[in-house]
């Protein structure tokens, strides 16, 4: 596990890094960001005769970009990280949040309404990934087990500052290592442990301030397979953030994931929580 984390910390210390010694904001320089966050959620009762248990609930997240642009090319990179834990009353901590998400895209401008663009993004799990039953632990994922590496070519609109949207044809990798069964073909007597497939996939991005204070973000990834037309994998993120001062939020949040080979049916997440967030770039 420490490999694993250090895997990450590494990543980090490169966009870090990269961004301390790249200030200037101006064409032909690298602009970096770098967030971190602490959302807490909270509940203590003493004597309270009307029934409940303690709890505690807590997710550190992280958001990192490095973008590089002239008057003709974009380079855009995107680390999103989270992981969380929860305890109920005298039970253990469970974790509830564990996702690793980056994305890069360079694209070329050439005047016209799009521009063509070549991406890549990664998804895995931070660490170990549980399923609680009967206050029992079961393992069911790991760092990059299963792991998604999904390389795009296609076209981008990227005008605008607040909304980008592309769509390409698509390769997608799935690694595993232990748990298979996300990447075994069912037609064959081997068990693998990779799967290539081929298809399209679409990536939309929405930033909106809905009142003053208050912004609203969307992420929709659509991902469908050459001989599958009619199944999508689809991911939808969404967050309403309020502001209160510099340094502290209240965050609703809500994912919602379709893809058939982890659930036959629709998986979905939201919470709401009170953040503290520093800008370390």
Same mark, same amino acid.
């Given at each position: ?20 010694? =790249? ?16 959302? +807490? ?15 505690? @609930?807590? @997710? ?18 995107? +680390? ?55 206050? @029992? ?10 792991? %998604? ?15 980008? /949207? ?9 690694? /595993? ?76 949040? %809500?994912?919602? +994931?379709? =893809? ?6 629709? =998986? ?14």
């Amino acid at each position: 596990m420490k490999n694993k984390f250090k895997i990450l910390m590494i990543i980090s210390t490169i966009l870090t890094c990269q961004g301390f010694a =790249q200030k200037d904001t101006t064409l032909n320089k690298w602009i970096p960001t770098a967030i971190a966050g602490l959302n +807490i959620s909270q509940l203590a009762l003493s004597n309270w005769t009307q029934g409940g248990e303690n709890s505690l @609930t807590w @997710t550190l997240t992280g958001n990192l970009g490095l973008k590089y642009l002239t008057t003709e090319w974009r380079f855009k990179n995107d +680390i999103k990280i989270a992981y969380g834990r929860t305890k109920l009353g005298g039970a253990d901590f469970k974790t509830n949040d564990n996702d690793f998400y980056m994305e890069s895209v360079l694209s070329r401008s050439f005047g016209w309404a799009v521009d063509p663009f070549i991406g890549n993004t990664i998804r895995t799990t931070v660490t170990t990934g549980y399923t609680y039953t009967n206050n @029992t632990a079961t393992e069911i994922a790991n760092f990059f087990d299963p792991g %998604y590496v999904t390389q795009s070519l296609g076209f981008t609109y990227d005008k605008l500052s607040n909304f980008n /949207t592309r769509l390409g044809i698509a390769i997608q990798e799935v690694f /595993t290592n232990k748990f298979r069964q996300y990447s075994d073909d069912p037609t064959t007597t081997k068990v693998e442990a990779f799967k290539l497939e081929t298809g399209m996939q679409s990536v939309t991005n929405g930033k909106f301030d809905v009142a003053k204070n208050l912004l609203f973000t969307s992420s929709l990834t659509l991902f469908t397979r050459f001989n599958s037309l009619d199944v999508w994998d689809v991911r939808w993120d969404n967050a309403l953030i309020a502001k209160i001062n510099n340094w502290m939020n209240v965050n609703l949040s %809500y994912l919602l +994931i379709y =893809q058939k080979d982890q659930s036959p049916t629709t =998986q979905m997440k939201q919470a709401l929580q009170l953040g503290i967030v520093y800008a370390i770039l």
